[in-house]
């Protein structure tokens, strides 16, 4: 059975007051506004209210768009550099966090190897958080978050952040 999953788009939080960065995984609450990002393939952005979802953190919440931003009173994001990155959805998608199976977690991986910013380079995997969630309600992952490095080069890591994919029947897919 193949369900049509949610339209998503990408956006950013973008806390109210400037936070120091940390090198380590630190979630906490600020006020802020996610700017939404135009979509790659020309769709059209949202409107109206929508779900602002962050899988990595545990965050759900439903709010307006004024124009290509959300006003947020509180939202849970992480310092780290490159973790402000949230999932877009329509307002009302039942959202379930779940964990990725060992199988969602090998094709998730294989996805990205794949992207040129990463340059087929299996080390630029190492240490990678996977968060997901589930919107049709059979308990497996349907869209997914990562952290981690997001673009490799000279040998090394350049710089962290994340990659959302959104499975479509087995198969993965980067969305942008």
Not at 35 to 46: Q, R
Not at 64 to 90: C, H, Q, S, Y
Not at 141 to 164: K, L, R
Request: glycine share 10%; proline share 6%.
């Amino acid at each position: 059975m193949s369900v049509l999953l949610a339209v998503a788009w990408l956006g950013v939080f973008r806390p109210a007051e400037k936070l120091a960065p940390s090198e380590t995984r630190a979630v906490v609450g600020r006020a802020g506004e996610v700017i939404v990002l135009t979509p790659s393939d020309g769709s059209p952005a949202p409107t109206g209210e929508v779900a602002v979802v962050q899988p990595l953190t545990g965050m759900n919440i439903v709010a307006p768009l004024t124009g290509n931003k959300i006003a947020l009173p509180l939202f849970a994001i992480d310092r780290r550099e490159g973790a402000d990155a949230v999932l877009l959805l329509p307002a009302a998608t039942v959202v379930r966090f779940v964990t990725p199976s060992a199988a969602d977690d090998k094709a998730i991986k294989a996805v990205l190897i794949k992207d040129d910013v990463l340059s087929g380079v299996k080390r630029s995997l190492v240490g990678i958080e996977i968060g997901a969630i589930d919107i049709d309600g059979d308990g497996k992952a349907d869209y997914a978050v990562t952290y981690g490095c997001n673009a490799w080069g000279d040998g090394q890591c350049q710089s962290h952040g994340a990659f959302f994919l959104v499975r479509t029947g087995a198969i993965w897919k980067e969305l942008q």
